[in-house]
């Protein structure tokens, strides 16, 4: 069973374009992260958000934290070909000490 | 800096082979994790070590076994390599809820 669910799972955009990210569940998480992972390396952790209703900003990312803390969107306004890369949910339960469950995946190319 | 090192990036093994995948980071991490990773299913939990010595198994630990003698190294072993263990492997290491990742293995088994 998967209990993140991460959408969509493909996304092809121009430069310049916005788009979003979502991560669902029907868990409740202590706290939510985000990774970016390019071709050939290991995910880099973008940022945690650990408060329901938690909005942080980094540069033109905009993630979220759901009032529920059961899901988590991240916004990418005005995307660059930099910005390509695989981007991964993960989540932390109070039960399960310094594991985490990943969502799937969205794999994102911003064409030039 | 933090820095988690993988000790090969590219690994081509015969199936029944033995194999071992070796990780070291410099932070002084208690926590450290195995995954894969495979299109269409994400990372997946090999297994993971809360201390010297101690391990867990993960979600899909059958045909894996791990190591960790020192705080710093977690090996990964596949007794008898299979085709279907052909995947990339990652290597974490983790603060609190925080995980570092090295670079991972790609791992081709013939």
């Known amino acids: 069973t998967q209990l993140l669910e991460q959408s969509p799972q493909f996304l092809s955009i121009q430069e310049g374009e916005n788009l979003t990210v979502y991560c669902n569940s029907s868990s409740v998480f202590s706290s939510l992260q985000w990774y970016r ?3 050939g390396e290991g995910p880099v952790l973008l940022v945690t958000v ?3 209703g938690e909005v942080k900003k980094l540069k033109r990312l905009t993630f979220q934290f759901g009032d529920a803390r059961k899901d988590s969107s991240l916004h990418i306004t005005a995307a660059q070909p930099g910005d390509t890369g695989l981007y991964l ?14 969502g799937e995946g969205t794999q994102l190319t911003v064409n030039p | 800096d ?10 081509v093994k015969r199936t029944g082979e033995k194999v071992f995948l070796e ?7 208690e926590n450290m994790f195995w995954y894969r990773q495979d299109p269409g299913l994400g990372l997946r939990l090999i ?10 198994k993960g979600d899909i630990p059958e045909g894996y076994s791990v190591s960790r003698e020192k705080k710093e ?14 995947s990339m492997y990652l290597c974490a290491s983790s603060w609190y809820e925080t ?12």
């Open chain 2, 47 to 56: 297994y993971f070590s809360y201390d010297v010595k101690m391990k867990e």
């Open chain 2, 23 to 29: 990780c070291v980071q410099d932070m002084d991490h």
């Open chain 2, 73 to 86: 190294r977690f090996s990964l072993i596949l007794e008898s390599a299979s085709t279907n263990q052909t």
């Open chain 1, 89 to 102: 949910c993960a989540g932390a339960r109070v039960t399960s000490g310094s594991r985490l469950t990943f």
């Open chain 1, 50 to 52: 650990v408060t329901g």
């Open chain 2, 2 to 11: 933090v820095k988690v090192t993988q000790s090969s990036r590219y690994l």
């Open chain 1, 37 to 39: 992972q390019e071709p």
């Open chain 2, 99 to 110: 995980q570092y990742f090295g670079p991972g293995t790609r791992l081709l088994v013939l």
